[in-house]
């Protein structure tokens, strides 16, 4: 589904739109939510050829665009699948990765659906999947897409009549709409999705689940239509679709009366210019049957004829075969048999034509086609992986010689100095001569041990593909059907996978800490740790926890790293959720202390004892514990958080007990003062 409705605000010459754009954009929308899509159209294409530097954004969407008419508006599917691979040969150049990764999922649905309209089924379930595999990517994960896919193939298994399956997949879909929020583009899909599953239980015989869902549907649109006041057209079209879906119920429920009531009133919307007269038409075939069925030949007659005066502006090959197939039983009724024959005849020849077409989508094994994509998809990856991981052996086998280099020449260094502070010792006439060869032998030292933090930095970086992939694949595997002995085997591998990765981020931080300059910019800390609460809330539910939030009366800048405080502070609330119980309170207060900010955060956890309090901020500490609820702890976060601070001319420190929890209080200067840290008891923390 392209999502036509929702832009960013920010400029940007690659993964964002430009203002003058988004005026475009209003514009257009304006003339089609008014029924004027070509006059939208005409106007997109005369103000864009006036635009001197549109961003490769823009021009995705103004093909994005002429897709949605060609595709949905004029069903020119040739048309439409040119305008989508304009799309993806675009997004090919946007090198914002958020934007490149839903642009895929975007325009690989668009091409598939054109290509689905071709029947060309092969080529649109390859495209269907490389959607799908867009939306799973775990570094920019994206239900909407996972949803649109479960959505396409809730259709195909509806035109192929395998009603249940369709079901789950429209089930599963609205799950994945089910919190995307209230653009009109979600809310519409939420109240297509309940139809469709409606019209599901009504394949399978359970008319009364039919009907709750219909229901709803209607419901739906009826309590939100006061969001959308511009989306008039499309919330009483949808309406009409609904109408008509729901008297198919009564029609089989021989309950005429209801189901000509519905089906008047879907046709009343859905014949107005602009709306889905398709479905209209359908409806009014519907109409007739009934008509037919209960003699009453007056008025199907004056309808046949208005739908024969239709189809010459609407042209719709299904309502136009049972429109002879009606026809031609009232003749039969009327025992005008030749008449009867002709029409019979007509319908026989376009229904087999239907039929024909449709059986080429019966053919197709959608199913056994995506399991292929996957398992190439997986054999990819494991060639690419094999590769890398060859290159990443030779190139740690380097560095591990080159470790081994540096630490002869520490030794060497080492013994080299002792020997040099023993002569010292003896020759104390040339003192002055030997402590310059000793500050030159120290430095020579700090020169190494810089060295080898430098290829500790690489050696981790280099280690952290290898493993990333190795996590990646094993969570493939984890998917695959495997005996409950190989799956422990497997998650055993992805669980240390993820483990070794979260460690080998956290020594690429610790040891970039002294290398890398701080960029300093005034910050709100109430707006900066308020982001910082907001974002762990969802960690914490997992444990039924809550985070109660205190700030400042007033905003208040400080002049730090908004990146690097902000790890401080989400750090911190981190441990208090791991070292926390289950259904706990952890308590985040901000509070101004003579010239300086305290932040302080408290839980109600299993404490520190007073053995370890020492060695807490130490890096590799062996005051490391597990969580609560098992959670890895590799005793680094703490010692990356006061060197961050320390380079902030902050303090940090903690008050403990094995009774009430811990309290983890930063200072940091306010106004450009240089601080000392504040007592715990100039801030007030309540019991959490």
Known sequence: MLNFTACSQKKSDDGEHSEEFLAIIKKTEDFWNKGKIKDGLDYMDSAFNQMVHPTLQDRYRFYGFHYVYYQKTVSQFESALKYADSMVAVNKKITNPVTHS?????????RGDALFELKQYADAYESYYQGYYAGKDQAHFNPEALGDYTYRMGMIMYKKGHFKLALTYFKD???FFKNSGDDFVFFYRRQELLDNVGLCFRKIDMPDSALVYFNKAVDLINKNAYRYPDRKLHLEAARGVVYGNMADVYIKKEDYASAISLLKKSIAINLKPGYDNNDAELSEIKLGQIYLNTNQHDSLLNLLNNLRRQFDTVRNADAEADYNRLLGNYYVKQNKLKEAIAHIQTYNVMKDSLVKRASLLLETDVNQQLATYEKQHEIDLLNNN???????????VFFAVMALVIIFLIYRNFKQSRKEVKTVNLLNLQINEKNSELEKALNELNNSSQEKDRILRTVAHDLRNPIGGIASLTTIMAEDDYTDEQKEMINLVKETSLNSLELINEILEATNLNSVELNLENIDINSLV???VELLRFKAAEKGQIILLETLDK??????????IWRVISNLISNAIKFSPTGGSIFV?????GPKVVIAVKDNGIGIPDNLKDKVFNMFTSAQRPGTAGEKSFGLGLS??????EKHHGKIWFESNQDSGTTFFVSLPAANAQLSAGSPQEISIPAT
């Not at 890398?388 to 052996?393: A, E, F, N, P, W």
Request: aromatic content about 10%; some cysteine.
């Open 102 to 110: 839903r642009n895929t999922a975007d325009a690989s649905f668009a």
């Open 173 to 175: 879909t609205y799950k």
């Open 530 to 532: 308020s982001n910082s």
């Open 589 to 593: 207060k901000v509070a101004e202390v």
């Open 555 to 564: 905003p208040c800048e400080l002049y730090i790293s908004r990146e690097k």
């Open 640 to 645: 990356i958080c006061r060197q961050i601070i």
């Open 386 to 396: 094999s590769k890398l991981q060859t290159i990443y052996l030779y190139v740690s």
